[in-house]
């Protein structure tokens, strides 16, 4: 049995049932996933109803309907099979498509899941396209869904681009023209909306000295290139519209500004993905931006707006989205502010910070993200932030860099270490993970994550310090 075996089982699974309830994650990885396999059924003459929710918890199981449509959970409920269990719902009325760290648990969920099959590189919406081509071959039009999903859940991060079943995915999109595969692109976000000075100031892995975190310095850096700064409309250039001949130079550029600081130019570039079908200028141009618009929308819980542009929805939906991108994008700079005015704590392998309850859990990771480019980028950062619904509760937000992960760091298993030996529960991926655990145990769920880092930094041995 491989993964497509799993697949194929699902999806003569699902086809047998009627409705069918899915229940999915907010996130982009989670909306994609849930529109490619609503729509594959609905076009099987399926009823499906949706469900959303940030994660499974006890409060949120309420969300679940207790009727006997069949329960397909996406992006969630590998880790939660107790939780499943306790609800009460039997082996045969759920599916589980996810891409986390299976939890063993008293009922034998039917589950379809990358990691069980050694492809850590690969989303909920790469495994929901899987089931989704099984139901009909004809739903490769889904494909860009997928790679929205892979993107938005980093799966490209590390290795500058989707690899294995996730890559493939992308290729049988590009075969039917629904996905641009760029080779070796500039490894920047916002190469389809922001301005090239904007875009390249942005970027900070490759951090570029002189050019990452200075608008300026960027301006100056493609102004010495004579590379034209608007066109002819008189708007500013974006990357995408950038001649080969001056992409060529500022590539050459970036790279010996990058050697001459003694660093890596192998990030420097990627692969990138852009859909055909829609218009410039707008960030559902590229699966990076079009991954932001869909968690601008789940963050700020109307995460049916973005399944609703999933289903290609340009009009109000579309709006909405808009409105919310921008919101979101500015809550997350006041949030990015915040941290660098305040500060952080360091500890031997760690910094962290507390911000109450000035910002919605859902965006602190972000935040955190972001703030770690402009701080210590050799200790992983930690955000905890309050729950209003739950006073007793904390949520915790950790990211990290690829290279630190290259050196032995994982985040998502320092998380769940921690908080489950104080009464919590966390997961995610090496590179970000989460967890919520007791208030009361804030700071000894610090000083452990502290420790199980310094752990996995000795176990990794110094060739990888």
Not at 54 to 65: C, G, K, N, S
Not at 155 to 163: T, V, W, Y
Not at 219 to 224: E, P, S
Request: glycine content about 10%; some cysteine.
């Amino acid at each position: 049995m491989g993964l497509i075996d799993d697949a194929r089982a699902a999806a003569r699974d699902m086809v047998c049932h009627n409705p069918v309830t899915i229940v999915s994650h907010i996130d982009a990885d989670g909306i994609a996933g849930e529109t490619i396999l609503a729509q594959a059924l609905a076009r099987e003459g399926i009823e499906v109803k949706s469900v959303f929710v940030r994660q499974l918890e006890p409060l949120t199981m309420r969300q679940v309907p207790r009727d006997t449509s069949f329960k397909v959970f996406c992006d969630l409920g590998a880790g939660q099979q107790n939780l499943l269990a306790e609800a009460g719902l039997r082996e045969d009325e759920v599916l589980i498509i996810d891409h986390h760290v299976s939890q063993e648990g008293p009922c034998s969920y039917r589950q379809v899941n990358g990691i069980h099959y050694g492809y850590t590189k690969l989303s909920a919406a790469g495994v929901a396209y899987l089931v989704a081509r099984e139901i009909d071959s004809g739903n490769t039009d889904l494909a860009r869904l997928s790679v929205i999903g892979n993107i938005g859940d980093m799966m490209a991060r590390e290795d500058c681009g989707l690899i294995g079943p996730a890559r493939e995915i992308a290729l049988e999109g590009s075969e039917a023209g629904w996905v641009e595969i760029r080779g070796k692109d500039l490894n920047c976000y916002g190469v389809s909306t922001r301005p090239l000075h904007v875009c390249l100031a942005y970027n900070d892995d490759p951090f570029v000295p002189g050019i990452s975190n200075n608008v300026n310095g960027a301006m100056k850096f493609l102004q010495r290139m004579k590379v034209p700064l608007k066109g002819e409309d008189g708007n500013w250039v974006v990357w995408e519209e950038v001649s080969d001949e001056h992409r060529r130079i500022i590539t050459s550029a970036l790279a010996q500004q990058l050697l001459v600081n003694g660093g890596n130019v192998s990030r420097l570039f990627c692969e990138s993905y852009l859909f055909p079908g829609e218009p410039g200028r707008t960030p559902l141009r590229n699966a990076q931006e079009f991954a932001t618009l869909l968690n601008s929308c789940g963050r700020w819980s109307r995460p049916r707006i973005g399944g609703s542009i999933c289903r290609g929805d340009r009009g109000v939906a579309y709006r909405q989205a808009e409105h919310m991108l921008t919101n979101h994008r500015a809550i997350i700079r006041e949030l990015l502010m915040y941290i660098l005015d305040n500060g952080v704590c360091e500890l031997s392998h760690l910094q962290y910070i507390h911000v109450g309850n000035r910002y919605p859990d859902t965006i602190v990771g972000i935040g955190a993200g972001m703030a770690l480019s402009k701080l210590n980028r050799d200790k992983p950062i930690l955000i905890m932030v309050e729950q209003p619904e739950d006073p007793e509760l904390t949520k915790v937000s950790l990211r990290t860099t690829e290279q630190m992960v290259a050196r032995g760091v994982d985040l998502q298993r320092a998380a769940m270490e921690a908080s489950a030996s104080l009464g919590g529960a966390g997961g995610g991926h090496r590179v970000a993970a989460g967890a919520s655990i007791p208030r009361e145990n804030e700071q000894e769920f610090v000083k452990r994550v502290n420790e199980l880092l310094a752990g996995q930094y000795a176990q990794a041995g110094p060739g990888h310090r």
